[in-house]
């Protein structure tokens, strides 16, 4: 699997949009990109998926650039419950190994 | 909810005995994923069943073992604990193999110690 790079932490302010880059030059074309997030040892919860197109659903948008090396989760306004570790993964379409394999991934703290 | 169920949310134990970690996948999926969590190692990946059936193993060790029940739950058993096997035990599901970019969803795991 490719492997991803993302900062280790970041901060947010409440109400603004959170931006959380990741790095995944190696990422090949069957690959897609997942994003997590866990917060406080709770499981990890699913946030949202892609390929090579711009994804959004309630809780986030993905933005994956054109070459597909990077990508943004933006949160478009946080609240302090996205206070929370988020990991960005990538994961091939096929084969039979289907596990997700976790990174460090960026905490991310919301500030009041 | 995730719509995977963990039980015992937590369990202490001590050092050379032997627990089983249950899980429920989602109604309907087929697969079912088991992750160990502590702290100085972030979430690793144990084992994957499918159907019934062993698909990957990852970083398990040999006094653990798994197996998934034709009703799909799973059962996760940990022997010969050791202080070092500490940690959050997280289960996972995901539909059959032909949804192949479906995610996994998570379980809120079973906290195991070990004293």
């Known amino acids: 699997d490719a492997k991803t790079t993302q900062p280790p932490s970041m901060d947010c302010a409440e109400g603004r949009a959170a931006n959380l880059p990741c790095n995944h030059s190696?990422?090949?074309?069957?690959?897609?990109v997942y994003w997590y997030r866990q917060i406080h040892s709770q499981g990890p919860q699913y946030i949202i998926h892609g390929l090579k197109n711009n994804e959004t659903n309630e809780m986030a948008s993905l933005i994956i650039t054109e070459d597909r090396k990077s990508s943004t989760l933006i949160l478009p306004h946080a609240t302090l419950r996205d206070t929370a570790v988020y990991y960005c993964?990538?994961?091939?379409?096929?084969?039979?190994?289907?596990?997700?394999?976790f990174g460090s991934g960026t905490q991310l703290t919301v500030l009041p | 909810d995730s719509g995977v169920t963990q039980t015992p949310k937590h369990l202490i134990t001590a050092t050379g005995q032997r627990v089983t970690l249950r899980c429920s996948p989602r109604s309907g999926d087929l697969s079912v994923y088991w992750y160990q969590q502590s702290l100085d190692q972030g979430l690793q990946f144990l084992i994957q069943?499918?159907?019934?059936?062993?698909?990957a193993k990852g970083n398990i060790l040999e006094r653990f073992s798994a197996q998934q029940f034709p009703d799909l739950h799973s059962e996760l058993n940990l022997s010969s604990l050791e202080l070092g096997d500490s940690a959050l035990y997280f289960c996972a599901s995901s539909p059959w193999e032909g949804q192949l970019a479906s995610p996994l969803h998570f379980g809120n795991g079973t906290r195991l110690t070990v004293t």
């Open positions: 069943y499918y159907n019934g059936e062993e698909r």
């Open positions: 993964i990538v994961r091939p379409r096929g084969g039979s190994a289907r596990q997700l394999t």
């Open positions: 190696t990422i090949s074309g069957n690959e897609y």
